[in-house]
Antibody
Framework: EVQLVESGGGLVQPGGSLRLSCAASGFTFSSYTMNWVRQAPGKGLEWVSFISSGSSTIYHADSVKGRFTISRDNAKNSLYLQMNSLRDEDTAVYYC???????????WGQGTLVTVSS | QTVVTQEPSFSVSPGGTVTLTCGLSSGSVSTSYYPSWYQQTPGQAPRTLIYNTNSRSSGVPDRFSGSILGNKAALTITGAQADDECDYYCVLYMGSGIWVFGGGTKLTVL
């Protein structure tokens, strides 16, 4: 059974940093592209970051470019999101999601809540 | 900046049929955007319903179907049930590892 379990969320002050993790199991993690998607309270879904299976290709949404960095450790079956210079508007539930062709999210974690507030 | 548009809300009677749409602020949605649809109930992670325009994800009942209608992607729900009442999101693949979600449609069944 495919499982994605996020962790690392919490309360952080504006300008602070946080590192999210996503532990994957039930599939060959190293073979799949992974993404982060977030959802602000009461708002819609927003794609955040993409990383290819071997980490050679990485993309970030303009809203987080230069502040967030996606990475992965295939030996540990883990996906990460390093978030720096956090802003109030980064407050959201962050989901990790597996992507398969033809280009859709087939499995989602349950999410981890990040709250940016002073 | 690409904006993906969805109806903010929609209402359907139990047993009725409803079609939700997914458009682009400029241009037409085609199969080349690989539209997919997700269902989300409050406090839960999204659930994949439809991918690649009209393919149903595993376990999704055939009451849910996807298509291209005119210049938009569409999600049609036939025989609406009470537990279909939740939020629906479409997302379009822009290429180069970038996706854009629509704002979501809140479906009411009453």
């Amino acid at each position: 059974e495919v499982q994605l379990v996020e962790s690392g969320g919490g309360l952080v002050q504006p300008g602070g940093s946080l590192r999210l993790s996503c532990a994957a199991s039930g599939f060959t993690f190293s073979s799949y592209t992974m993404n982060w998607v977030r959802q602000a309270p009461g708002k819609g879904l927003e794609w955040v970051s993409f990383i290819s299976s071997g980490s050679s290709t990485i993309y970030h949404a303009d809203s987080v470019k230069g502040r967030f960095t996606i990475s992965r450790d295939n030996a540990k079956n883990s996906l990460y999101l390093q978030m720096n210079s956090l802003r109030d508007e980064d407050t959201a539930v962050y989901y990790c999601a597996r992507v398969v062709r033809p280009y859709y999210f087939d499995y989602w974690g349950q999410g981890t809540l990040v709250t940016v507030s002073s | 900046q690409t904006v993906v548009t969805q109806e903010p809300s929609f209402s359907v009677s139990p047993g009725g049929t409803v079609t939700l749409t997914c458009g682009l602020s400029s241009g037409s949605v085609s199969t080349s955007y690989y539209p997919s649809w997700y269902q989300q109930t409050p406090g839960q992670a999204p659930r994949t319903l439809i991918y690649n325009t009209n393919s149903r994800s595993s376990g999704v009942p055939d009451r849910f179907s996807g298509s291209i209608l005119g210049n938009k992607a569409a999600l049609t729900i036939t025989g609406a049930q009470a537990d279909d009442e939740c939020d629906y999101y479409c997302v379009l693949y822009m290429g180069s590892g970038i996706w854009v979600f629509g704002g979501g449609t809140k479906l009411t069944v009453l």
